[in-house]
């Protein structure tokens, strides 16, 4: 089975996937920001879209040495964020309803299902996210409904919150999050035009950056962010208490459903970039690879925070060196590969 | 030397009546096959033999356009009679040809028609004389709708033609007759718009139905099984209609409806989710009625699925998302009974498919029992013995009653197997679990085919499309976008 | 059919490796609908939890019993997982915290220094969701507890929403979710307030004497014990700063927007008002010390004279000035003016820098009130 993709339904995958990525990495993962987490969203979209373009216009790579060096990386990265995604599933699921289940446990089912849905190659996980995002603003009129009574837009001042530096570090950790997702244009069958993928992105940066500002109109900001657990960063978003008991199940349907497509797409672009990178090996072998790995990574993804950080420095430059003319070892340019 | 069945079929017609007559007395069987008939009679000095199969063939018929004519016929004494002069001068019937191969005449004998075997000639006049009991063209009995055609199709291949013919009254419409199966051929006929229905999908339907190798095909109930593109999902990926006015639409849609003798209803391919949660209903009536009635059997087709293992993940894992009033009654209800909710739904998903399909077998006089046993057993006494709380018996009675309004019977029990899994998932992992379905069932529906169209388009992948997916706007609304979408290409008419 | 075993196989290692131990089913829960904090003389924090019976609906009917519908347990514990490890004990069914109600705590306690750590601990219970109702408890907690019986209503838990929606919605108590209080706590904006609760009947405790005139409740008073919710108090960083009666109470809701009418007496002719619009809270940064300055329309639904309409604004806007000096003085400010102040300011560092709660304090007050002509 070959891994593969058609332009439109990546960028749908991209889309709800990024959106998810920025908002999980700049509201749970990386608080630093406090309010000024929603220009951080935004500061990652727009970092993610050089990346995006380099990849764009090295779809012919002059190397194919460089092309499967980019590639490589690209899988790290989004092996790297798949596990965090699935630890991000697996803790959620234990702090809502099954504290009493062994994290292992609550691994299991994530990566079957993730198995079985990649398993259907990139056109479904693709397509799936592309019903979701028809879906997802339905649900979230809905949680804004029920939730509007609770909303205080003067919550989210001071508008910078941690101010520059700290906006900054989160943009920097949310857009190698972003940027790796990306990693489908160096694969993806049709139309590949970049400025459809920055378009996908720019939507993406919007939508989390709105999502942000909600989330920080339900809550004040907290003195002292960084010092507050991650359980209590998801308390607050999901079972928030200010807001009725029974919001917290379309908030849940919101949050799953968000973070399994973000597996999902983690996963497919892991395998696929595996694919690419160790020729003849099977696809499903790749899946059940990508899939090991992120399930793997899940219990040492919390040690990993400084990789994070310089993520998207790597990203950037690996799809910078894709551009390159690399020269073989005869001084001959190589041709297109692929 | 004696030759084989096989070898005799095969053959071609003999000039000599008494050798094609051995032949197929051979064929047929007719010394105990007591039912093929072999009628020999003279015309103008020539030996002539009809050969029909008793019951199939209509006597009148036979006696009125083939003896009669023949005996009527204006042909002079030692004339030579070929198959063409018979066609031409003597038989009054419209529909009659010329055939020299023994297989295919034989095929037309056991299908009905009259084999006129002629002396001195290596031709049979094959002529069109079925006449075998069958019903008559009636009411709808599974998609009954309140506006609009209530007449369905029946076992008759030929009457369903003609229905659907009545329908789609356009000079483009093609019947196109194939026989499917290795030994018993079953006739299927594929009916579809010319210029309308896309040729890839023309030749992908037809190139699948002469795939199929099955020895016998039992109507069009195997042939979906044979053609459709994955037979390990749970959803059909053919759409079964009765209904020869939605079997029209289909085509006049650009795709292809498939019609088999002995089957009362058509196959329709390809189709997406969306076809299958239409109605006929919905395009008789007018657009607002038609959207309402959309969105209830959406809400139906969820509540199917979902509803059961929702209340297991919630009464289970999240009670908090109950209101305390409406625990405080679940809790009361189940206080004496002795079964954990995964259990009591069980039993009451058990008992009330068993009613689904006794009802289904049960002999139309004693159905009305079946409602009081189903009545009684299930709900008053059930109850009283502490055996089910009463608020399962509602949300078993509202996921039946969902599903329900799915109009596709299939589709229909594909979900119930659904519902099952997410019950199992809800049960193990509550809320999480149910997610964790929903998600899978969603990925398996994006990667479903339906003769090579995607099972969601237009939606995913988006196509261009009428207004006409999940509510259905004015008909003015409605641009004539047809088949084209399916596949993914523009063809605006 | 190579799948059929990996399917079956998959789903196999989900049955046998989900960890679906034993899970108490649905009615044989504890739902703990109110629960009362206090705290003893020897320091121990005593939990009393108001649960119902679940199955004993109907039975009173038919055996002709006179049992109560609902059960009070207490228990003791030095800590709060320890007392409610303990009240797990006592209570002969699986605790369950996500349905609670209300939380009322002890006045002593919330003046404790360690409060803000019990709320801490409190809101980390797994499962117990933080949107109860809060009250602090002038009287025995226990005894509040112990009193809540379904007054209107027939199920205690619609009971309480109700009681607190009807009370805030009249300004008598402000809006207090737990919640509230819990994140406010930790947070740089205003401070938090919460419901005041006391038991009419409790002759140790002196509810009347600060929330509501003595008599206030001869008219209908009953002869048992009866619960009540009057007044608020204000939290500074998780401990009660300040208490406050019933009328100041209502004028802070309307401010807070909890309520938007307020009934006024003056020479014994009533006067109704009704807010108009949202209060508005300006904060004038640039003056040394600040200037805090509220402005709030009513319409009158009485005819006024103008000469009168003038002498309530003033009346309104004194006793809105004796409020926010109370405040001042007693360090809180939880009008919502930190939030306004909040928007001159880029990052969090420099409004931290600025520290609010100490210009608060000094602040200078304008208040501005208009009444509008009646309808």
Known sequence: MKLSVSATPARAALCASVAARLFLSLMLDGPTTHNGAWFSALLAGTAAMPVAFLLGRGRR?????????????????????????????????????????????????????????????????????????RIFPLLLALVLLMQARHLRPRWIFPLFGGGGGAIGLGAMRAAGGAASLCGALLFQEGDGRPSRTVGALAIAAAVAALLIVFQLMMLPTPLNADSLSWIYRLDGLITNGRAPLYLQLPMMLLWFAALLHLLAWDCFLSAALLQRCVPHINGRLCVLIAVLAAALLTGISDHLEPLFRWRWAALLAAAALNLLPLRTRGGRVCAESH | MEQSWEQLARAELSESLSENVVRFKALLSASVNSDAQFRPFHMAGTRLCAVYIEGMADDRKISEFVLRACAEGNIEGGSRIDAACLIEEVLESAQCRAESQVEKVLQDVVSGMTAVLIDGCGEAVVLETRGYPSRQVGRTTNESVVIGAQEGFVESLRTNMTLLRRYVQSPRLITECLTVGTELLCRVCLAYLEGTAEKKLIDEVRSRLKRIDAASVQGLGAVQQLIEDNPWSLVPQLLQTERPDRAASCVIDGQVAILADNSPYALVAPVTLFHQLHASDDSFSRWQYGSFLRLVRLLGILISIFLPGMYLALTDYHMHLLPMSLLGSIAEARANVPFPILVEILIMEFSFYLINEAGTRIPQQIGSALGIVGALILGQAAVSASIISPILIIIVAI??????????????????????????????????GVCLAAFCMLASLCALRSVGCPYLAPVAPKRPHNPDILLRLPLRMQRAVRGSWLYGRRNQE | MRRIPLIALLLAACVALSGCAFRPEVENQAYVLVLGIGELADGQLELTAKIPRIGESGKDEKEGEASSPYQTFSARGSTWSNALENLQWVTPRELNLSHLKLMV??????????????????????????????????????????????????????????????YAAHGYIPESLFAELYYATGSYYSDPVAARCFTDGDENAEPAALIVSPNAFAADAPEEVSPRFGGCTVFRRGVLALSL?????????????????????????????????????????????????LEMRFSCLNSLESAESQAVSEQLAREYEALIHSCQAAGVEPFGFASVAARRFLTDAKWIVFDWPARFAQANAEVRIAILPGV
């Not at chain 3, 009250?135 to 009971?159: E, K, N």
């Open chain 3, 105 to 166: 705590v002890s006045e002593v306690l919330a003046s404790d220094g360690q409060f803000p750590r019990l709320i801490r601990e409190i809101s980390e219970t797994p499962h117990l969701y933080t949107t109860a109702h809060f009250a602090v408890c002038d009287s025995d907690v226990a005894a509040f507890v112990q009193a809540q019986l379904p007054v209107i209503g027939t199920r205690l838990s619609s009971d309480i929403d109700a009681a607190m929606r009807h």
């Open chain 3, 245 to 293: 009666g019933v009328r100041e109470t209502q004028l802070l809701s309307l401010v807070l927007g909890s309520s938007d009418t307020l009934d006024l007496n003056r020479d014994g002719v009533p006067c109704a008002l009704r807010l108009e619009g949202r209060p508005k809270l300006e904060v004038d940064q640039q003056d040394d010390p600040v200037t805090v300055r």
């Open chain 2, 399 to 432: 996921t039946g009653l969902g599903n329900y309004a799915i109009p596709d019977y299939g589709f229909g029990l594909g979900l119930v197997i659904c519902r099952l899994f997410v019950i199992a998932c809800g049960s193990l992992l509550g809320l999480y």
């Open chain 1, 61 to 133: 790579p002059n190397s194919p040495r460089a092309s499967r060096l980019t590639m490589a990386v690209f899988m790290l990265a989004v092996a790297l964020d798949a596990a965090e995604a699935m630890r991000c599933v697996t803790r959620s699921a234990g702090f809502l309803a099954l504290d009493d289940t062994r994290p292992l446990f609550l691994l299991l089912p994530v990566a079957l299902a993730t198995l079985w849905c990649v398993g259907k190659n990139g056109d479904a996980t693709g397509y799936a996210a592309s019903v979701w995002i």
